[in-house]
Structure formats: structure tokens, C-alpha cells
């Protein structure tokens, strides 16, 4: 399944569990997550990039997080929004995403794509595999490394700061807590792994 | 001179300084039926100033600030959603420290003071921290004993709600405990790793409660008490102590108002306390009956030192010269572990409430070692904190690449359970070369009041201490499989907030360099208890000695400084303090 109709199914999937229809209990707690999102964040309409820079921004964003086993990653989380409000309020920092985006569809159409939000995965991942790495560093390359660098700073940081994002680091969820329950299983995997199995 | 407006409402009791003590001394006059003026230096505060659940998801830009500087600026941390206000670096209020000292002096403007942010450690003292010369031969013996204050503990428990396990141990008394929460996994490596060793590990003993009570909340576990506690579930004198008392009706609170000097009439009585009114600068007067003095140990003795007439030229309290002398910190050395094979651990929500873990103080017999008194240990790492911005930059800063191998890398670094620190809190004893003194030189702050110059320097003692700290975490961290990380974290770093010169390091030896004094935020004494005017600043009902409708309810009365954090003994010292001050005004005495 494709990372836009996997999307497309997790939000029937939602509108579903709105319905009350017996779903799954973990894809109900995405559906959940993904009710609570667009009711609180709705349709976003882009207030600094274009609509096209946007699309570039959200595959990009999914490339760096993707979803996983059924549970969101950086596109179903209201990352790119949230990047994007942030260009809205410092000239700065758009012009380094507009220049970045910018230089994504340039080094992507030398590559025989149209441009980077309709290249074909296989034309995205290579050209990511070049960028993500410092020891790529040329001439030709160096502009993409930097901008890269910052996307993925921010994607990590605006996924891992989302609700799906804390989940995915902390199954029980984070506080408030009724009471505090340490898992067995945590103590038993240190303990087992200690000097004093 | 500036005009000064005074009103010509007498005052029953005038607290100066919100914090334990005066709240403490808050509270209890009112259910006492005592009609009190309560002074705060700071602005007053409400419920909604606390933020320990507040997340990067309550801001739009989720902490990277409203014109997204973390990232345009490539600031190195995301912006904090501000809690009350805890200024170390009071750019107005400066402090002075002599050369050759070093000295920090972390204080609190706001109603709650430090009890806004402390780290919530509750510790009754033990008798021989009551009894230091007379029972370990150095230091000085208080007038009164633990059997004077264990009543109060007592109340103070049952109205604060403390944690704990009865452990039965004479260097960390039981108390009326909440309670605990569970070990986490690697606290459960301390309790045997001290156990191998034959030092009793115990629950952490913290002013939190885990069970409702007095119409607080019961702890939700999210690790954040220095942000205040929006359930009231651990102690702070805003919300447990001073908030319910001003339902009573008889509390006023004079907020942004900082005491400048006690004013005496010809007998040496004090009839008011001039303040200055930060809102407009303007200085004024509140008459009162009595005073009570809870700005802070060395707050209190500027306050005193400051209040010279012609019946007190030395200052209020301050016949026999012992105002702002043997001032005393908590000893402080760090040392932490890498133990690898806790990676890849379960996470899960670990915060509770800090750490549920401590190591009271083991030896009873001190004949082998070469310090007279010791210390407790507080145990952190091995957390999964919830994810801020900046989260995931040491694994991507590690790992390059994207995708799934990145989001694995995260994991693996956010099971980051493979660290275990350890806090050492010491004794501290008095000594001749640590005190407080107006400064020589005349500076004065914003508002035109002389200022503080402290005087420090560690003795033997505690660089001895501080040897045996750096032992005996070594020997507890490697029973338990730890690779010590180096270098080892200092207690506080030099210099003060006011620009002060550092001093000259401590002699390098092959004891631990200790941090400047203050640095652990446990300065006490410099108004100490004791049995006359020649030998201390106040009696055994912490009334001084040559002014006595003036009361001492801070750290400034205790006559010597254990390894426990002092909260608990601030808060229970007030409480008896102002029973007695009830009591003596009911008999007309003051």
C-alpha cells in the first residue's frame, strides 16, 4: 500500500471510528489521533510556501519519518504545518526552505524526474541517500546536505513532539497518569542483564 | 529623604518572605484565629502560573518561539513555557562576594519563594544533627533537641504529605509516611548493588502525596515538580499553606513589596517595617506588633544588619555580632555511570515523581573515617522523558540517513536508560570563614538598600567528605555494572551572578574540587539558635534574644547544617515558632 492511500485508508478508518464501528483497538487509537488532529488542526492551507513547495515539504517530511507498522509518521502528524507556520513568521528561515525545496526539484529533474513531489520513490530515496550523508559533500551536493540537515532536524523534532510521535517512544502514553506502573518486563530485562541475575 | 507613607493600622504579626517558612508561620497563626500581614518581595502568584503539564503542543510553535528562533538562530535549547519566577541573576538585587571566595546565592521573587521549585526532597534531621559538638565533637549543639521538633514533623507530614518507607535507621528518622511509588529498573539496580554492600537503599522521601488528601490531587507522575503543581500534589506554601489560609480572612498579602528595614522605637522595640513598594519605588511603612523574618537565611540578616538605630547600632539582633556568621551550604559532588546493558529496555512514562530512590547516610560509627558527619545520596537517570524539541539530536547527530533506520536509531537512543547518577548531599559545618556582612564598600541595590557580601570556604571536613563521596559512589555504581563517566560533575560552577571575580581554586589535591558555596541552594544559619545574645541571634523558640517581638521562621536559626535537605526542618521550626508566638501573645508577653 502506498504511503497516500495507507493516509487515505487511516482516515476512513477514522471517520469509521467516529461512527462507533468496531474497529481494531490499535488502529482505533490512531484513527483517534488522526480524529483529534483535524478537528483541532482541520484542512491546512499553506501561509508561507506555495501549494506546490508544500507538497515538496510534506514527501519530504515523509521520507525522513515515515509511518510504520500502521502507525503514523511524519505526514499523517501535522508536521509540515507546523514547519510551515514557522516559515510564515521568520523571512530567514523560508528563504532557506524556499532555496531548499527549490534545489530538490533542480537536482531531481537532472535525474529525469518532473520534479521531486512526483518523482518516482525510487528517484526520491536515491537522491536522499546522497544528501543524508556528509560524506557526500561536493560542490554539486553541499547546498542539499545543509538543507536536508534542517528538514530533518525539524521533522524529528515536529514528529516526536506530536502525539503520535510520543507514542511511538512511549507505548503507555505520557502524563497525567492514574497511578505509576513500572512493566515487569523492563525490570526483568535489566535485572536478568545485571550482576545480579 | 523620600517620602515615606506609613498607615496607621497596627499589624498583629508582619511575615516577611512567602516561602516555607513564612507560609508555614501563615497558616498556622491563621487557624490560630491571628489576624497577619504576609510580605513577598515577588509578585503574587495563582494556579495557572503553574505549568507541569504544559507541552510543546500547548504552543503553536511548540517551543521553538514565536518568531521560530530556535531554529533561524540555531538556538542550542527549545524555549521552556515559563513557570513562576526563579531568579538566581537578580540583576537589580545584586550581592557581592569578598575576593578570594566563591559564593551563589539562588533566590526566589514570587509567592511560594523557593518552594515553587524545589526538588521536593523532605529529610527529618536526626538527633545528633541537633547535638553536632555534643555528640560528634565538632560544630555547635542546638538548644533544643529532636524530641522538640518531632511533634512537628509530625503535623507537617500529615498537612504536606510526604513519601517514604519506615526503614527504622537512626541517621534517617521515620516519619508518617504517604505511600511510595515503585523502583524503577535501575533504581531496582541501586537497591542491590547497595544491598551486595550492606548500605540500606531506601523509597525516596519526597513532599508529594500519592494518596488525595486535604483537597489536593493525588501525584499524576509527571516529573515536573519545579514547575508547580497545577493538582497541588506536592508541597509548595502557595497553594497547601498560604491559599487556604487566606480563606480564613485573616491573611493579607503584600505582594512586590521588599523589606528595607525593621524600625525601632526608643526601647529598642521594633514598631514597623519600612518596604519598598516595587510597583511604583515609593517607600512605606506597615506598623506591627510583631515581625517575623522568612526572607531566606541570608535575606533575613541583611534585614537585620540593615536595621541600625541608636538602641541597635550593630543592627536588630545583632548585640553580640553573630548576625550573618557560620553561614552554611550542603556539600554537593555528582557522579554518574554508564551501564550498557540497560539499553534497549521497555520505555515507558518513568517520570513519577523524580527519583523514588535515596541512600540515606549508612555509617554509624565514624572512627575509620576522616569526616565527622555524612551524607545522603539522591539517584537519578534511567528516564524516558517526554520528548521536547531537540529530543532526537544526539541519535540523528550520531546516525545519519532517514527513514526507519533513523526512527530505530531514535529508539535506541531514547532507551537512554543507560545511565545512573548520583547526587551526594553532605553535612556542612560551621565555620569562622563562611558568613554574610553588609558590604564594605558601599554597593546597594536598585531600590537603594545595602547589599550582602558573602565570605566562603570549605573546610577539611567537607573536601574529606567529598573524597569519601567519590569512594563509595565508585565502589556502588561499579557493583552494579557501571562504567564511571568522566570527569565528575562538579556541585555548582564559580563565580556569582553579580560578575564577581572567582576566586582562587581550592588547593588541587586528591579530593574533589567542591563548587562555589550556595551552590546546592541550602544556605542556612546566619541568625542562629542559641542560649544568649553573646553566642546567637535568636533563642530556643527562635525569638531574638535583644528584640524580642522579632521572630526568626527560615533556615537562619539552625545552629548547624545536617546532611538532610533543610525543608523539612524550616517548615517544622516554623510551625513551633509560630505556636509559640500565638501562645505569647494570647499572655500579652509581646
Not at chain 2, 523514588?356 to 547516610?361: G, L, M, N
Request: aromatic share 8%; hydrophobic share 35%; glycine share 10%.
Amino acid at each position: 500500500m502506498s504511503e497516500l492511500s495507507r493516509r487515505d485508508a487511516l482516515k476512513s478508518l477514522a471517520t469509521a471510528f467516529v461512527a462507533t464501528v468496531a474497529v481494531d483497538y490499535v488502529l482505533a487509537e490512531e484513527a483517534h489521533a488522526l480524529v483529534r488532529q483535524t478537528l483541532v488542526g482541520g484542512v491546512y492551507t499553506p501561509k508561507a510556501l506555495s501549494p506546490a513547495q508544500f507538497r515538496t515539504l510534506e514527501r519530504l517530511t515523509d521520507l525522513i519519518i515515515p509511518a510504520e507498522n500502521g502507525k503514523p509518521g511524519a505526514l499523517d502528524s501535522r508536521v509540515s504545518p507546523w514547519i510551515d507556520s514557522l516559515l510564515a513568521v521568520n523571512d530567514q528561515l523560508k528563504a532557506k526552505y524556499v532555496t531548499g525545496l527549490g534545489w530538490l526539484d533542480t537536482a531531481i529533474a537532472s535525474r529525469g524526474a518532473a520534479d521531486f513531489a512526483s518523482a518516482t520513490p525510487a528517484q526520491q530515496t536515491a537522491l536522499l541517500d546522497l544528501i543524508a550523508f556528509k560524506r557526500n559533500a561536493s560542490v554539486e551536493l553541499s547546498p542539499g546536505i545543509d538543507f536536508f540537515a534542517l528538514a530533518r532536524r525539524m521533522t524529528v523534532d515536529g514528529f516526536y513532539t506530536s502525539e503520535p510521535g510520543i507514542r511511538d517512544v512511549i507505548p503507555g502514553g505520557r502524563p497525567p497518569l492514574p497511578q505509576f506502573v513500572v512493566p515487569k518486563e523492563s525490570v526483568d530485562y535489566v535485572i536478568s542483564r545485571s550482576p545480579f541475575k | 529623604m523620600a517620602q515615606v507613607n506609613a498607615t496607621s493600622t497596627v499589624h498583629d504579626v508582619v511575615i516577611i518572605g512567602s516561602g516555607a517558612g513564612g507560609g508555614t508561620v501563615t497558616k498556622v497563626l491563621a487557624d490560630l484565629g491571628v489576624r497577619v500581614l504576609l510580605m513577598e518581595a515577588g509578585p503574587m502568584v495563582t494556579m495557572d502560573d503553574f505549568k507541569n503539564l504544559a507541552s510543546p503542543l500547548d504552543d503553536w510553535h511548540r517551543g521553538a518561539g514565536a518568531a521560530a528562533e530556535l531554529y533561524a538562530a540555531n538556538q542550542g535549547q527549545p524555549f521552556q513555557q515559563p513557570s513562576v519566577v526563579f531568579a538566581p541573576s537578580l540583576t537589580d538585587e545584586p550581592y557581592t562576594v569578598a575576593p578570594g571566595s566563591q559564593f551563589r546565592w539562588g533566590r526566589s521573587r514570587c509567592l511560594g519563594g523557593r518552594t515553587n521549585h524545589y526538588s521536593r526532597v523532605q529529610l527529618r534531621y536526626s538527633d545528633y544533627d541537633f547535638k553536632n559538638q555534643s555528640m560528634k565533637g565538632v560544630g555547635f549543639d542546638w538548644p533544643i533537641g529532636y524530641a522538640d521538633i518531632a511533634p512537628y514533623y509530625d503535623k507537617a507530614e500529615r498537612l504536606i504529605g510526604v513519601t517514604g518507607r519506615a526503614e527504622g535507621l537512626s541517621t534517617a528518622p521515620d516519619g508518617i509516611f504517604q505511600t511510595p511509588a515503585s523502583f524503577k529498573p535501575h533504581e531496582h539496580l541501586v537497591y542491590k548493588a547497595c544491598e551486595k554492600l550492606g548500605i540500606k537503599a531506601t523509597s525516596s522521601r519526597q513532599a508529594v502525596i500519592t494518596s488525595a488528601m486535604n483537597g489536593r490531587d493525588a501525584c499524576v507522575y509527571c516529573g515536573q515538580c519545579g514547575r508547580g503543581c497545577r493538582g497541588k500534589s506536592n508541597y509548595a506554601s502557595s497553594y497547601v499553606q498560604i491559599f487556604p489560609a487566606m480563606e480564613t480572612g485573616r491573611v493579607t498579602v503584600l505582594a512586590n513589596s521588599m523589606a528595607r528595614e525593621l524600625i525601632t522605637d526608643a526601647s529598642g522595640k521594633v514598631t514597623a517595617v519600612s518596604y519598598i513598594d516595587k510597583t511604583t519605588g515609593e517607600e512605606r511603612q506597615v506598623r506591627c506588633r510583631t515581625v517575623v523574618l522568612s526572607a531566606a537565611a541570608p535575606e533575613s540578616a541583611r534585614l537585620l544588619l540593615n536595621s541600625k538605630s541608636s538602641r541597635h547600632p550593630q543592627g536588630v539582633g545583632n548585640s553580640g555580632g553573630i548576625v550573618g556568621k557560620y553561614l552554611t551550604d550542603t556539600v554537593g559532588f555528582g557522579l554518574s555511570a554508564t551501564v550498557p546493558y540497560m539499553r534497549g529496555a521497555a520505555p515507558f512514562s518513568s517520570q513519577g515523581y523524580g527519583s523514588h530512590i535515596y541512600i540515606p547516610w549508612w555509617h554509624t560509627d565514624h572512627s575509620k573515617l576522616d569526616f565527622p558527619l555524612g551524607f545522603h545520596v539522591e539517584v537519578g537517570g534511567g528516564g524516558f522523558a517526554v520528548p521536547n524539541l531537540g529530543f532526537g539530536s544526539a541519535a540523528y547527530g550520531q546516525s545519519e540517513g532517514y527513514g526507519l533506520p533513523l526512527k530505530q536509531a531514535i529508539r535506541d537512543a531514547y532507551g537512554m536508560g543507560t545511565n545512573i547518577s548520583f547526587s551526594g548531599r553532605g553535612s556542612c559545618i560551621p565555620n569562622e570563614n563562611c558568613y554574610a556582612e553588609i558590604d564594605p564598600d558601599g554597593t546597594k541595590d536598585k531600590w537603594g538598600i545595602p547589599v550582602l557580601r558573602f565570605h566562603w570556604k570549605w573546610s577539611d571536613y567537607e573536601l574529606n567528605e567529598a573524597r569519601y563521596m567519590r569512594e563509595s559512589f565508585t565502589e556502588i555504581l561499579e557493583t552494579l555494572g557501571g562504567t564511571i563517566n568522566t570527569p565528575a560533575a562538579r556541585s555548582a560552577g564559580p563565580g556569582g551572578p553579580t560578575g564577581a571575580p572567582a576566586g582562587p581554586a581550592q588547593p588541587v589535591d586528591d579530593r574533589p574540587q567542591l563548587g562555589a558555596g550556595g551552590g546546592i541552594i541550602h544556605e542556612v544559619g546566619c541568625v542562629r539558635m542559641g542560649t544568649s545574645a553573646a553566642n546567637s541571634v535568636v533563642n530556643r523558640f527562635c525569638q531574638v534574644h535583644d528584640t524580642p517581638n522579632v521572630f526568626s521562621a527560615d533556615g537562619g536559626p539552625f545552629a548547624s547544617h545536617g546532611d538532610k535537605n533543610p525543608t523539612h526542618t524550616i517548615i517544622a521550626l516554623a510551625w513551633r515558632t509560630a505556636e509559640y508566638l500565638a501562645e505569647e501573645m494570647r499572655k500579652g508577653n509581646v
